[in-house]
């Protein structure tokens, strides 16, 4: 128990010191102008799928459930998180810093989404298998449609909201709309940074980390492996998978406000079935339990429609192809057999002791 112990702690450590090292090296290449501006542009997107990645993870690797309502949550925690950033900055009358106002609107937008996430799992948790993948869905398509027919202003008499039109809120002279409809959050000022995205991605890291190697952890890979045997044992399957379901929503707010936050406008229609399937592809393809796997799927395949604009009007069909060749490669059972006897030999082979050396 004490070597499975320090081999997850040992594990650990190499996830955090990838990320570390990954976020060193890129300040130092950005430092030495090695970095173009469109790759510099990428780097909070990067950072916020990562994020969205790994908690997704919990809940399709971990927990074993299929949730296809990902990006749902994450326009819960980017409209709540842009609307609370612009109210900060309007409201308040000694003036936050940008980064007190980021991490506000990050923790604000996690704890709404996480508010919606167990308001979702009441009944949701309860299905299984397709069903939930559907609900979950529907609930994407939901709050998308909502958001929709949403208007908020804000002037010197409070905060103003209608769903009926933006003239509908009558604003005073220097009112300011903050949510108009179906145009999304306007006005937004750009306070999202790199390391923010990159202290994110750490905080997420130990959550899920802990989560998974926690007690918590153990029962809820044991309701994943088999729901009745957890269950005639005493363990409440419905309290871990709202646990795990919960946190994985939190976590999704808060990415979707750091990605609010780094745009001037941000629309609804972002937040779509695409947008939740992408990032399960990032699950997928960096494989389902695997948290440094989808940290590297994430990068890989946010920054690769962007390398690949040399090919111009294909590149989208040569990231297609590339994808179905990565994923037919990675599930042939031959290479992963081959690849489990390499790291098998390179792990146990070693040079015969010299005569005289002791055993």
């Known amino acids: 128990m004490k070597s499975l112990k320090s081999r997850y702690n040992i594990d650990n450590w190499l996830t955090y010191g990838l990320v570390i090292f990954a976020y060193i090296v890129m300040r130092i290449l950005i430092a030495n102008g090695k970095v173009s501006f469109a790759l510099q542009g990428q780097l909070v997107p990067i950072t916020v799928y990562i994020v969205m990645a790994v908690s997704l993870n919990l809940t399709v690797g971990v927990l074993g459930e299929l949730s296809l309502g990902h990006a749902g949550f994450m326009s819960v925690g980017a409209f709540s998180g842009a609307i609370s950033a612009t109210l900060l900055e309007l409201s308040v009358r000694t003036t936050l810093p940008a980064w007190m106002r980021l991490a506000l609107a990050m923790i604000i937008g996690g704890i709404v989404a996480g508010f919606f996430g167990f308001l979702i799992g009441i009944p949701v948790l309860r299905l299984e298998g397709d069903y939930l993948a559907i609900v979950t869905l529907a609930f994407g398509e939901i709050i998308k449609n909502v958001i929709n027919v949403i208007y908020i202003g804000y002037d010197a008499n409070g905060i103003r909201i209608s ?197």
């Open 163 to 359: 769903t009926e039109s933006a003239n509908a809120l009558n604003l005073g002279e220097n009112g300011k709309i903050i949510l108009s409809g179906p145009m999304g959050a306007i006005g937004i000022t750009k306070i999202s940074t790199f390391t923010a995205g990159f202290i994110l991605i750490l905080i997420t890291l130990f959550i899920v980390l802990n989560l998974i190697n926690s007690r918590a952890g153990r029962a809820i890979k044991a309701v994943r492996d088999n729901k009745i045997a957890a269950e005639s044992v005493g363990i409440s399957t419905w309290k871990y998978r709202m646990m795990a379901f919960v946190t994985s929503a939190a976590l999704a707010g808060a990415a979707g406000a750091l990605y609010a936050l780094n745009y001037s406008t941000v629309v609804a229609r972002k937040f779509d079935f695409n947008t939740s399937i992408l990032v399960l592809v990032f699950v997928v393809l960096g494989r389902m339990g695997n948290i440094r796997g989808s940290i590297i799927a994430a990068t890989v395949l946010t920054v690769l429609p962007e390398l690949l604009r040399t090919f111009n009007e294909v590149r989208m069909l040569v990231y297609a192809v590339i994808l179905i060749l990565v994923m037919l490669v990675r599930n042939n059972t031959t290479l992963q057999h081959l690849y489990q006897r390499i790291v098998t030999k390179l792990r146990y082979d070693r040079p015969p002791a010299e005569e005289g050396d002791e055993a």
